[in-house]
């Protein structure tokens, strides 16, 4: 925990700290009863992967067929062994989990392939829920329908293994890592963007920040090899982001209504990745939304998925960090509550906002804007989901079956901005 130094707006804060942790929900419990997000325009519609997986090579799905998507994660998972296998053997362990972990995954991803071939839906359903079922699991989505293989239900499999072998958290250590890199580098950061001229400026900025954040993500083969290999920095990645017109370009969109119209009431932010993500790019991001006015409700997972942050890591480590910080706009949020965090009540690094704890659905229930920020959440799943409220996905690419499924390149951007409808 970071040690809060004692001054009026911290003394505020640090009364909010003992009830904090039981108002977000920070570990959602599975006897609520799950709920949709309230904003949905139609949740009876709602669908929330992005892209269907198909047997046969077609020009609507680019030649990106199933077979192709469980290639990527079965290249994925090289980098969950790893974790898995580091965590285990920093526990006095010898890697059999690890190794056990990643050939379990392996056999689900081979009879799929099969089953897939076979256009055996029933037993596809029966291998994967099977697979994916733990005990450790807090997804009220566990029990949503059927709907064929896609990443959702991959994602199910692979973090209901890890867990199955024991491994609740093993990005726990690069996490905190890159979570107190981030946090050195953030006042530089805010520093670039108040020195920016107007409030267009300071937006095209943390927007940029915000791309440039979501490079870190270890669930992907490209980004976490160009982790590894000392790549994907903040700073480099946001001086080389490629040129607009990104792949979904709807910044002009977003400029609009951020300039023209009136400040919104609250937004709710479904966060992604630990680090330089949330720390560099949705913070800032957030920390103009409550320039403007805006309360912030900061919504992350309610259990470890990769490298996502959680709830619990927000308010016991992030937030008292920030308030630390003793910026002007950030700190005084925090203290009054105008910045807080509210558990998803997921344990993916997608989401399927039919299936959210009662503590966001709550705290959604009069916001007037929602940002998706992710590729999991904001672009496999949501991408096109439709809600009565304005609504920006953001994320960058970091899947190149993803970037030609959007027409787009490799680290490619997305920012969709939908207005809410006229009423």
């Not at 479904?270 to 103009?288: K, T, Y």
């Not at 079956?401 to 951007?413: F, I, N, S």
Request: hydrophobic letters at 40%; glycine letters at 8%; charged letters at 30%.
């Amino acid at each position: 925990m970071w040690d809060l130094r004692v001054d009026r707006g911290t003394r505020r804060a640090r009364r909010r700290w003992t009830t904090l942790r039981a108002a977000c929900g920070c570990v959602a419990s599975r006897a609520m009863s799950p709920s949709a997000f309230p904003s949905l325009a139609d949740a009876s519609a709602y669908a929330p992967t992005t892209f269907a997986w198909t047997r046969e090579a077609t020009r609507a799905n680019g030649g990106i067929t199933t077979d192709r998507w469980l290639d990527v994660f079965a290249k994925s998972t090289v980098e969950f062994v790893n974790r898995a296998r580091e965590s285990e053997e920093a526990s006095g362990g010898d890697g059999s989990r690890a190794r056990a972990f990643g050939d379990a995954f392996a056999r689900v991803v081979e009879a799929c392939r099969g089953l897939t071939c076979e256009g055996d839906e029933d037993a596809l359903e029966r291998t994967t829920r099977e697979a994916a079922r733990s005990e450790a699991s807090t997804s009220y989505g566990d029990d949503a329908p059927w709907t064929g293989l896609n990443c959702l239900e991959m994602c199910r499999v692979r973090d209901g293994l890890l867990r199955s072998y024991g491994f609740y958290d093993c990005f726990a250590r690069v996490k905190r890592e890159e979570n107190r890199a981030a946090l050195k580098t953030l006042p530089s950061v805010l520093a670039d963007v108040d020195a920016k001229g107007d409030d267009a400026e300071r937006l095209m900025n943390v927007v940029r920040g915000c791309f440039a954040g979501n490079i870190f993500d270890l669930g992907a083969a490209e980004s976490a090899a160009l982790f590894g290999n000392g790549g994907g920095d903040f700073a480099s990645t946001k001086d080389t982001l490629k040129k607009r017109p990104w792949c979904v370009d709807d910044f002009d969109a977003l400029k609009t209504r951020w300039l023209d119209g009136k400040p919104h009431a609250k937004a709710i932010m479904f966060v992604d990745n630990s680090g330089a993500d949330v720390i560099l790019g949705m913070i800032p991001f957030a920390r103009e939304l409550l320039r403007r006015g805006t309360q912030v409700v900061l919504a992350a997972n309610s259990v470890p998925s990769i490298n996502d942050i959680t709830a619990e890591e927000l308010v016991e480590h992030i937030l008292p960090a920030l308030v630390d910080l003793g910026d002007t706009i950030l700190s005084p949020a925090i203290a009054d509550g105008r910045l807080r965090v509210v558990a998803s009540g997921s344990d993916m690094p997608v989401i399927d906002l039919r299936y959210l704890s009662e503590e966001i659905v709550n705290e959604a229930k009069d916001a007037d804007f929602v940002i998706l920020e992710g590729m999991g959440r904001g672009i496999e799943t949501n991408l096109f989901a439709k809600f009565s409220i304005d609504a920006m996905k953001i994320a960058m690419i970091k899947h190149k079956e993803v970037a030609t499924l959007l027409d787009g390149e490799l680290y490619d951007c997305v920012v969709k901005f939908d207005p809410a409808p006229r009423r």
